[in-house]
């Protein structure tokens, strides 16, 4: 019996210390585990344990030896991390010579954490000297399809034409979770696939770790920075949204929250893309200018004014800017995000009273394109089709549509470019996908006044009547007689009314009272109007993000590389190969 009772009181006073915090163990190691790293490529090493140590307890080794060996140089030890009751190491800026894989252990006070990096090299000389990457944000299938069947038409069960992007020839499924969870924001999808290191959501460009300063996390060298690290190719970002936005933003920046716009804006400057085309100016002008998003006085406008840059901010600013031989120009053409092409060409609605002369997306990809290419060691270009995300959030899916189809007039841009130029390797992808499905069409034509009787599947769907007599590709008029039928599986409570947003983009659901989201009884008294019980928690106001996968294609050298099932961390390392980031080159060994 008195045996069992002092057993008892040790196990007791064993448990009180370690938690009182005598004993910690490595709680986490950045890179995560199974992270791939470009050889060569600059990385931040961090080790945070999960209490208060002594410098003297901990030891961290890699494949056995001292990290200091393998990394090249020491870390900073900090015993109480801001806000955080506990020690951590870092070293800024490391990073590994030698392909391999690396097995990473760190202890203190007897207990270990470990991780395994695959350190991974590229090829001596490049595939290719062309990249041009676009992202469809938000572009699911049934984006893809609608765009296929609203452009080209379909006739007896055969499409009448082929978008863009389905005449790539390699694809892949693309894999989009988080490090913090199964679903996906763009900021952290993109900045895998600008990175190669998958990171939380909100993160751009660096692993999210548990302090609150948004800017002191481990960060990893983005597409942008490699580029000018590795050699003297032109860079360029094209958006339609705000170029702080999370998808331009992962080309260049590094936060732990995408909100960070006004920094976003010095991060993109610091970088100096060649080519920086989209919305946005309200973080790039002085907090004394009107409309002005800064606290500051910086003028970025000024400032790549004076680097040489030609300024546009008109699409007829825009046109003059690109006759320049300077190859770089800026161009800002709207505060925040850009008009949709429905609102700019046909329905005049959103803001476009107010920016009449917005280019497009086409006419933004065109001007980077012959711009970037007076580069005689080639480019890299990001181009966003930022709008497919935008109007799917809150249903509005003719807009959504219309922007797929605009997105894959610029990827036949590309194809063009690279019937000239064959050493260039395309990728069209998206970063997540929607809840959305295209499930038959809606003929006002039937019976009745119940627009949900309007409604045909099956047989009873047959083809839509959308007319392009124009031959631009895009249809004439949305609003036709018999459409398409696209809906959400996913939504807050809204009223669906069968119908496109002629009267503007569409707002579904709108605050009460109690600070909860609501159908907006604007659209309750349209005739046929239905009202849909949402099922997503009170607290969202338009449709989220899907977990499906999403497609990736691809043509060009290098393009091979591309097939199965694929993260976004694996499509940058094709990219990297294609590019040879990882072989030594006259400007990295100079640095």
């Known amino acids: 019996m008195r045996k069992t009772l002092l057993a008892a009181a040790s196990l007791a006073l064993l448990s009180s210390t370690v938690l009182s915090g005598a004993a910690f163990a490595a709680d986490t190691i950045y890179p995560i585990d199974r992270a791939t790293i470009l050889q060569g490529s600059p990385f931040d090493f961090k080790v945070e344990f999960d209490g208060v140590v002594k410098p003297e307890e901990v030891k961290i080794t890699i494949n056995g030896e001292d990290y200091k ?33 690396y097995k990473v252990e760190a202890s203190a006070a007897g207990k270990t954490k470990t991780v395994t990096w695959d350190v991974y090299g590229t090829p001596a000389l490049p595939k290719v000297k062309n990249v041009i990457f676009f992202l469809g944000d938000g572009m699911s299938v049934a984006h893809r399809t609608a765009a296929r069947i609203m452009s080209k038409g379909n006739t007896e069960g055969k499409a009448n034409g082929k978008l863009n992007m389905d005449t790539l020839d390699h694809m892949a499924f693309i894999g989009t979770s988080s490090t913090d ?33 948004s800017f002191d996390d481990p960060k990893v060298e983005t597409l942008g920075e490699a580029v000018r690290r590795t050699g003297n190719k032109a860079l360029g970002i094209v958006s339609t949204a705000e170029l702080q936005d999370a998808t331009p933003a992962a080309v260049v920046a590094h936060t732990r929250k995408r909100a960070d716009k006004a920094e976003i804006a010095q991060m993109l400057y610091d970088v100096r893309p060649d080519v920086v085309l989209g919305g946005g100016g309200a973080y790039f002008i002085p907090q004394s200018t009107p409309g002005s998003k800064r606290k500051d006085d910086k003028n970025f406008v000024e400032l790549f004014k004076a680097d040489g840059y030609q300024i546009a901010t008109t699409k007829a600013e825009l046109a003059q800017a690109s006759k320049s031989n300077s190859g770089k120009i800026f161009g800002v053409f709207h505060p925040g995000n850009m008009d949709t092409w429905l609102d700019r060409n046909q329905l005049k609605k959103g803001t476009v009273g107010k920016f009449p002369d917005q280019p497009g997306l086409v006419d933004m990809t065109r001007t980077a394109l012959d711009a970037l290419s007076k580069n005689p060691e080639g480019f890299v270009l990001m181009v966003e089709g930022a709008s497919i995300d935008k109007m799917s959030h809150p249903l509005d899916w003719d807009r959504a549509i219309v922007e797929t189809i605009e997105f894959d007039q610029a990827v036949g841009l590309a ?24 499930i038959g069409t809606i003929d006002d034509n039937k019976p009745g006044t119940e627009m949900r009787e309007k409604v045909g599947v099956y047989a009873e769907a047959g083809f839509p009547n959308y007319e392009d007599k124009d031959g631009d590709g895009f249809p004439d008029r949305i609003d036709v007689s018999k459409r398409l039928a696209i809906f959400a599986n996913n939504f807050p409570d809204y009223y669906e009314t069968f119908r496109p947003k002629l009267d503007g983009p ?86």
Not at 81 to 92: D, F, H, I
Not at 181 to 208: P, Q
Not at 425 to 432: A, K
């Open 181 to 213: 969870s199964i679903a996906v924001d763009s900021a952290n999808s993109m900045s895998a696939y600008m990175t190669g290191h998958k990171s939380a959501i909100n993160a751009i460009g660096v692993y999210a770790d548990r302090t609150k300063d």
């Open 506 to 591: 569409f707002v579904p659901a709108v605050q009460n009272a109690e600070k909860k989201y609501v159908a907006n009884e604007q659209y309750k008294d349209v005739p046929g109007a239905v009202l849909r019980t949402g099922n997503l928690p009170r607290d969202n106001d338009t449709g989220v993000h899907a977990v499906d996968d999403i497609v990736l294609q691809a043509t060009g050298p290098g393009a091979d590389g591309f097939k199965g099932y694929m993260e976004e961390s694996d499509v940058y390392r094709v990219i990297a190969e294609a590019l040879a980031f990882g072989a030594p080159t006259k400007r990295a060994s100079a640095q």
């Open 415 to 438: 194809r063009e470019f690279a019937k000239n130029n064959p050493d260039t390797l395309i990728v069209v992808t998206g970063d997540h996908a929607h809840g959305v499905s295209l």
């Open 69 to 101: 060996h393998v990394l090249g140089k020491d870390a900073t030890f900090v015993e109480k991390e801001p806000g955080v009751e506990a020690s951590a190491l870092v070293l800024r800026g490391a990073s590994i010579a030698a392909p391999g894989s």
